[in-house]
């Protein structure tokens, strides 16, 4: 089983429309984010969260809001879907301290009609 | 974190080693050398990661600049499944509260049988 479980792995939605996509992780790790991919753009990052109570916006957080409801799990809404939010997207964990080594879900590829 | 440099792709032969270039003239003394890379369909995976001295793991080598302006990610022998995107990142790990970790485009590596 993977360590860092994300789902849906595929979504089709309407502009307009409320979607989750829920990431859970069994590593133990206290650090969870958020990425999203479009072609040719690499990962940037939404939001990440260094423990239950600490949200921390990225780079493109607009549009997005995240709830972190237990250590193993963060999830990622839209509120109000809209087709240039169509991508794949990413969740990852790491742990406090260290290097900083990310571990990531296989992702959730979201369509936005 | 510092902004890094890639080609945007390269092109190796089976069998035959490959390195793999990035440029981080920004680079802090702080800052750590990040590689992580992605196969098609999947998330991106931690490859290797070095401060200043030469790091060697069983994926890759890392040889760094003296000055650590750049660095280079060497896959010795080269086989068809490290064709991937191959992403080079700073990390300051000084900055302990700001664990903003961004990838840029990569470099997408194509292996020739």
């Known amino acids: 089983d993977a360590d860092v479980t994300q789902t849906p792995r595929n979504r089709i939605t309407k502009t307009g429309k409320r979607i989750m996509l829920e990431c859970s992780q069994t590593k133990g790790h206290d650090r969870m984010y958020w990425y999203r991919q479009d072609p040719g753009l690499g990962l940037r990052l939404i939001y990440y969260?260094?423990?239950?109570?600490?949200?921390n916006k990225g780079e493109i957080s607009d549009g997005y809001s995240v709830s972190r409801q237990a250590q193993a799990k963060f999830s990622l809404s839209l509120e109000s879907a809209i087709p240039n939010q169509t991508a794949l997207y990413f969740c990852a964990t790491s742990k406090q301290g260290g290097t900083g080594e990310l571990f990531f879900g296989e992702g959730s590829r979201l369509t936005v009609l | 974190d510092a902004k890094t440099t890639q080609p945007n792709s390269m092109e190796s032969n089976e069998e035959e080693p490959v390195h793999l270039p990035c440029n981080h003239s920004?680079?802090?003394?702080?800052?750590?050398i990040h590689w992580y890379r992605q196969l098609p369909s999947q998330g991106p995976e931690y490859v290797i990661h070095g401060l200043t001295s030469n790091v060697n793991n069983r994926m890759a080598s890392l040889a760094i600049a003296e000055d650590r302006k750049s660095s280079t990610l060497i896959l010795h022998r080269a086989t068809l499944r490290d064709a991937a995107v191959y992403y080079c990142?700073?990390?300051?790990?000084?900055?302990?509260?700001?664990?903003?970790?961004?990838f840029g485009a990569g470099t997408r590596l194509t292996v020739k049988p």
């Open positions: 990142i700073l990390r300051d790990l000084s900055q302990y509260n700001n664990n903003d970790m961004r």
């Open positions: 920004t680079i802090s003394g702080t800052d750590y």
């Open positions: 969260s260094f423990d239950v109570k600490d949200i």
